[in-house]
């Protein structure tokens, strides 16, 4: 039976041990390719670790954020925008993006998604309120264009560069879609009366 003192000493070397294990695994930082790690150091920013093995300060330093810095690609909800011939289309967008700056992608925004999001909207009903029906449905590459501009504006304080904006697709009301689909239809009808007439 080992003494109240050996048990004591065997308590603190198994603490010490196990501090001593955290401490390390706590200093030991391996970041994967095309990531940053952002570090603070009590709070405040100290550094971002590249792709690679790093040691940190234990219990000092903390990696706050990860942040992807690969292409990504996200795809937004229909929104109802009104075109200046006050017809309420609707528009699937897709957006690829690239964090350029993860500093400020950490610090800048809380959220840049939801922030890309929001911005892409109130862009999308400027630009398309500005258009006609036709317009909007036959001009999808100055849309896009414009849209892109406007956001990769926006977005470069926050360390997001956008890369293309997409229109996924461009809805009319369904009271238009059926004018639209029975005026083709009529002009393909006139255009077969003609064949048969010159036939």
Do not use: C
Request: hydrophobic share 40%.
């Amino acid at each position: 039976m080992p003494s109240p003192q050996t048990l004591a000493l065997y308590i603190v070397l198994i603490l010490l041990v196990l501090f001593t294990a955290t401490a390390i695994a706590k200093a030991i930082r391996i970041v994967p390719q095309a990531t940053a790690v952002i570090v603070e150091r009590l709070g405040r920013y100290s550094r971002t670790l590249d792709a690679g093995l790093h040691i940190l300060v234990p219990f000092i330093d903390k990696a706050r954020a990860n942040v992807d810095l690969r292409e990504q690609v996200v795809s937004f909800p229909p929104q109802p925008v009104i075109t200046s011939d006050n017809l309420v289309v609707s528009i699937d967008t897709v957006i690829y993006y690239q964090p350029t700056d993860p500093k400020d992608a950490t610090y800048e925004i809380a959220n840049y998604i939801q922030g890309i999001e929001q911005l892409t909207v109130t862009t999308l009903r400027n630009v398309i309120g500005s258009l006609d029906l036709e317009q909007t449905l036959t001009s999808r590459d100055q849309i896009n264009g414009q849209l892109r501009g406007v956001l990769d504006e926006a977005t470069g304080r926050w360390g997001i560069r956008v890369n293309r904006v997409e229109l996924k697709a461009i809805d009319p009301p369904s009271s238009v879609q059926d004018s639209m689909e029975k005026q083709m239809r009529a002009e393909r009808d006139r255009r077969a009366t003609i064949l048969n007439a010159e036939g």
